[in-house]
Every structure is written in C-alpha cells, then in structure tokens.
C-alpha cells in the first residue's frame, strides 16, 4: 500500500506537471499513506524496513515542496522527481529483502496502475478489472462478477 500510494502521489505530481490534470497533488490522500506507515511499522520487525519509509516520506515531501513552490525550475524539480523515485525503489527492495522476495518492479517507470498494484496487494490477478465476468467459472455456471 505505502509503494501504491507513493506512486499515486508521484503520478498525480507528473499529471499537474504536464497540464494534465489541475489540483490533483493537493487531493492526494495522505491520512491513508499515514495509516499505511503505522500498519507497516506494527508488521515489520526489520529495521531496513522500518527506516526506508522516513526516506520515502521525506523525499515525498521534498517533491511536493519543489513542485508546489519552484514548478518552473526544471532542475529541481527534476532532482527531487529522481530522489523519489529513487526512495521507492529502496522501500521496495528493503521490503522485498525482508520477506525473502526477489523485488517486483514495474518494466517501466509509468507502469503498472494503482488498481493493479491494489488488486495484486490483495492476492488478485491484477489483469482482471472488478465487475468483469471471471473466464475461470466452471462450464455450465453462470459467469460470476469478480
């Protein structure tokens, strides 16, 4: 969840930033990116872990501040855009590291939705959009909604 919501808040910067959408960075939903911290750090006993969330947060908060007050300087735009994306990069890896995974990364940067990334947190194929008959029901039954 902390990895969706920072990608989402990432995303929303990117959408403002090429005039595709207005006001969006200042809808993003911080409470549940919080919510998302706490239940991480009752979870984890790893301290990498628990550290990379603070650089995650931090680096969040720097993009923001760049974008929000210098949105003209490319520079420093560009500079704090990398820095998160690079802090999520080590929270997925710090993450992955202590569960014994081999991290799952995106084949590019833009990849990969917030509902993708949502469905396959809960389990589910991510390919497959709620709502849509499941392809795997038995022949002969009703097509159930998944």
Request: aromatic share 4%.
């Amino acid at each position: 969840m902390v990895v969706a919501l920072s990608k989402d808040y990432r995303n929303r910067v990117g959408e403002e930033r090429n005039n595709i959408a207005a006001d969006v960075v200042g809808a993003w939903d911080i409470g549940t990116f919080c919510l998302a911290e706490a239940r991480l750090h009752i979870l984890s006993s790893d301290p990498e872990t628990l550290r990379t969330p603070n650089e995650l947060r931090r680096s969040g908060a720097a993009l923001g501040r760049a974008w929000r007050l210098k949105p003209h300087d490319e520079q420093t735009v560009d500079t704090a855009w990398r820095t998160h994306h690079d802090a999520i990069e080590h929270f997925i890896t710090a993450s992955s590291r202590s569960l014994n995974r081999r991290p799952s990364r995106s084949p590019t940067p833009a990849a990969g939705s917030v509902h993708q990334l949502a469905a396959s947190a809960r389990g589910q194929d991510p390919e497959r959009r709620p709502g849509r008959p499941n392809p795997e029901a038995a022949a002969g039954e009703e097509p159930r909604l998944t």
